[in-house]
């Protein structure tokens, strides 16, 4: 108890260093959780971006198709896979899918394309192309004939809604594929690779132009949460029914995606452990000075009987204190700058090149977590414990005739 | 079984290349209940030989032990702990904890016993009141005089109930007034409750008032008197 006492006066001997102190591991820990936040916020938006528009969570594809797509791999039977995807737990939705490279031509130009055949019905649920559409209509199985077609293509062909589009491919037996279709809608999803390369048209539409037969070349699905894709994709792997086809998640899918993110958080990652290191050296210093100063005291201390262990404690206990206030101040501080970021976001402004090409458009929402907000400060609170270990363990050396000499 | 026996001690000090032979094979014995007055010109060796026989410093050669326990033995927290249960100190400066009032500099002591709250206020203010310090219980070491700040480093000697006091030129910061009533105080715990004292002066007054008086001149004693 008079311990606690001592330790808590000790602090305030020297009002000011101690609060320059606690103010370096306050700031320290709030710049963590705030920039945890932001990391995790934007990797949790690009994820989502990406999944929402091109990849889903899940993807059932035929072995070897996504390492190297080709006409000819398909999923042969997708009512069966579709079966054993809505009685699977965790799923949310899906549908079947299939695309090819085409040559699309419009009056004046041709380009190389990709097209997908989609059902509209079941496409809603899962992806938001649909969401996206800028101009005209979005597929409908009543418009049989007609596609959508991103922004930048629409501009590269110089082609409108209502213009017509030759389409002009391989089949899946590998006659040749032609027909010409009625531009329905043009849709921007902000991702510049989607939006200047893919047609999408009715998967009935597909089915008949390229001679599938029936077959498709994904089911793409979704999970109820991003946290379950992992269980859930195992659980699909083990399925017999699935035993001849590759289930893949979104990591798979765009591996880019996973990279950019572990680029972006090792970078992180570095950048914090220096600002540790600099906080670290900031307490080393502060109790390295305060056992040199106090070193009389401490000789004094132990010739009325006070154990070195007692003493070290005293000075670990002021240390603690001193980490607490600064931690709960940075975690408080941080928090409440998150949470107003949360609402308001962030400007990306023109350092958005990344986000970009995921989807990602304008302002970045921090989201703050219990990781978020106790990862830093954690990692903080114990190489402070560490640091100040070093000059309080100095204090068992000490004989008490020597330190009691010392000014 | 003496309080104190001193065999054959030497302490070397060196100073870059300068060794100084602070004590050179000393050998001594004071039993249980004696009061015993150090006396030497400066540099002869009484803090050097007070600081080895409370455990501060090692000796470089010989054995010292306390009511019985050898300190060659013993750890640095094992004589901290007989410190604290057995011997009391007073410095010539009056090296107080400065964070803690005058009452807890004194109660801190049997804290570190186990004391109870209770009981450690009631002694500490009662031995604070004995030493002429009634009323001054809550002033830090900063806000007393020097001689005050003597007293309560007295009274923090004698609140454990040590066995043995070891005092280091105890009335050397004072005037004569609160030198005589300190040594009145020393005497009366000597008497009357047969604690041992073994204090170095230079003061003619302190060595009057000692029942055995030993003279130390360049590290070795140079004369033992029990009067
Ligand atoms: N830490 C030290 N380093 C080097 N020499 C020391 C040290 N402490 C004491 N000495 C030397 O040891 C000798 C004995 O010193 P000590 O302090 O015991 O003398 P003293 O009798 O207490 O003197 P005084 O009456 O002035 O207090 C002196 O010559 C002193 O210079
Ligand atoms: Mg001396």
Do not use: C
């Not at chain 2, 803690?100 to 109870?116: D, K, P």
């Not at chain 2, 005497?187 to 060595?207: C, G, L, P, Q, W």
């Amino acid at each position: 108890m008079n311990d606690l006492k001592l330790a808590w006066r000790n602090i305030w001997r020297h009002t000011r260093r101690s609060i320059l102190t606690m103010m370096a591991i306050g700031f320290a820990s709030l710049l963590l959780v705030f920039m945890l936040s932001f990391q995790f916020g934007s990797y949790e938006s690009m994820i989502d971006a990406s999944v929402k528009l091109s990849t889903g969570h899940l993807q059932v594809q035929a072995a070897g198709y996504n390492e190297k797509p080709e006409m000819r791999k398909v999923v042969p039977n997708p009512g069966v896979v579709m079966d054993i995807l809505s009685r699977t737990p965790g799923i949310e939705a899906f549908t079947a899918r299939s695309q090819t490279f085409v040559l699309a031509s419009s009056e004046d130009r041709t380009r190389g394309i990709m097209v997908m055949g989609v059902n509209p019905e079941t496409e809603k649920g899962v992806l938001s192309i649909a969401t996206l559409i800028r101009e005209g209509e979005y597929l409908s199985p009543r418009a049989p004939n007609t596609v959508i077609i991103g922004t930048l293509l629409a501009r590269r062909l110089k082609i409108g809604v209502g213009r017509e589009l030759t389409i002009l491919g391989q089949s899946r037996n590998g006659s040749i594929a032609a027909t010409v279709v009625t531009v329905g809608g043009i849709f921007k999803t902000g991702i510049d690779e989607v939006d200047r390369s893919t047609v999408q048209m009715l998967l009935s539409d597909f089915d008949a132009l390229f001679a599938m037969d029936g077959a498709v070349h994904a089911i793409v699905a979704t999970a109820r949460e991003l946290l379950q894709v992992g269980e859930v994709k195992k659980a699909l792997q083990n399925d017999p029914g699935l035993k001849d086809l590759a289930v893949l998640d979104w990591v798979d899918l765009s591996p880019g995606l996973k990279q950019s993110i572990q680029l972006d958080l090792v970078s992180g990652i570095i950048m914090y452990l220096i600002l540790i290191i600099v906080v670290a050296f900031s307490i080393m210093n502060t109790f390295l000075m305060a056992v040199f100063e106090r070193t009389r005291e401490f000789g004094v201390m132990m010739a009325i009987g006070t154990t070195p262990r007692r003493l070290v404690k005293v000075m670990l206990m002021e240390s603690m204190f001193m980490t607490g206030m600064g931690l709960l101040f940075g975690m408080l501080a941080g928090a409440a700058l998150t949470q107003y970021f949360a609402q308001v976001g962030i400007p990306m402004g023109g350092a958005a090149d990344l986000m970009a090409q995921y989807g990602i458009s304008g302002r970045i929402f921090p989201r703050l977590s219990w990781a978020t907000l106790l990862i830093g400060p954690a990692m903080i609170g114990v190489v402070t414990f560490l640091t100040a270990l070093v000059p309080a363990l100095r204090i068992p050396g000490l004989k008490p005739a020597d330190a009691m000499k010392a000014v | 079984m003496n309080a104190v026996t001193v065999s054959d001690v030497s302490k070397i000090y060196t100073q870059g290349d300068v060794k100084v032979m602070a004590l050179n094979k000393v050998s001594l014995k004071v039993d249980a209940g004696e009061f015993v007055a150090i006396a030497g010109p400066s540099g002869s060796g009484k803090t050097t030989l007070l600081n080895l026989i409370g455990g501060l410093d090692s000796p470089d050669t010989g054995h010292i032990s306390v009511n019985g326990k050898a300190f060659e033995k013993m750890s640095s927290g094992d004589l901290a702990e007989l410190r604290l249960t057995q011997i009391g100190f007073v410095f010539q400066s009056y090296n107080l904890i400065p964070v803690f009032t005058a009452e807890e500099n004194v109660e801190y002591i049997l804290q570190l016993q186990g004391v109870g709250k209770k009981e450690r206020k009631q002694r500490a203010r009662a031995m604070l009141d004995d030493v002429g310090l009634e009323g001054k219980y809550d002033r830090k070491p900063s806000q007393l005089s020097g001689g005050q700040q003597q007293r309560v480093a007295v009274a923090r000697s004698l609140v454990s109930n040590p066995t043995i006091i070891l005092a280091d030129e105890p009335t050397a910061n004072l005037d004569s007034v609160n030198g005589e009533s300190l040594l009145q105080t020393m005497r009366e715990m000597n008497e009357k409750h047969n604690v041992t004292f073994i204090f170095s002066t230079h003061d003619a007054m302190v060595m009057e008032a000692s029942k055995r008086l030993i003279t130390m001149k360049d590290g070795a004693i140079a004369g033992d008197q029990v009067k």
